[in-house]
């Protein structure tokens, strides 16, 4: 299991700018995938945005398409989440997950199931963004 761990977030005007990086503690396999994901007090965490770790396919929530973007760097072992023009219904705490393999998932296959929480084995502890008007 990976162990990660996230950084940056914080407090945020509406219309600003936040940047959100994951890292890997251990070697990570060269393949899987990876997501941000956010979740609200009393609601159901939300899958925001995935990608996959050889390709650099992404997938993103409709309600931030346009606004963030997720990249990884295959080397460093980061993915990282910016996030533009936030806004007030941003806020939340914002999860790093993996699931890593040593063979490729095809894009298509992971286009349709990204979204999903049970899809992935490793969880960091989180990081809060806030965004106010």
């Known amino acids: 299991q990976v162990q990660l761990a996230e950084s940056g977030g914080g407090s945020a005007q509406a219309g600003g700018s936040l940047t959100v990086t994951c890292s890997a503690s251990?070697?990570?396999?060269?393949?899987?995938?990876l997501a941000w994901f956010r979740q609200v007090p009393g609601e159901e965490r939300q899958g925001v945005a995935g990608?996959?770790?050889?390709?650099?396919?992404?997938s993103y929530a409709d309600s931030v398409k346009g606004r963030f973007t997720i990249s990884r760097d295959y080397h460093k072992n980061t993915v990282t989440l910016r996030m533009d023009n936030l806004r007030v219904d941003d806020t939340a705490m914002y999860y790093c997950?993996?699931?890593?393999?040593?063979?490729?998932?095809?894009?298509?296959?992971?286009?349709?199931?990204?979204?999903?929480?049970?899809?992935?084995?490793?969880w960091g502890q989180g990081t809060q963004v806030t965004v106010s008007s």
């Open positions: 251990s070697r990570w396999y060269p393949h899987g995938f």
């Open positions: 990608i996959i770790r050889d390709s650099g396919v992404t």
């Open positions: 997950a993996a699931d890593l393999r040593d063979y490729k998932v095809a894009a298509d296959w992971y286009a349709a199931r990204w979204y999903q929480s049970s899809l992935y084995t490793s």
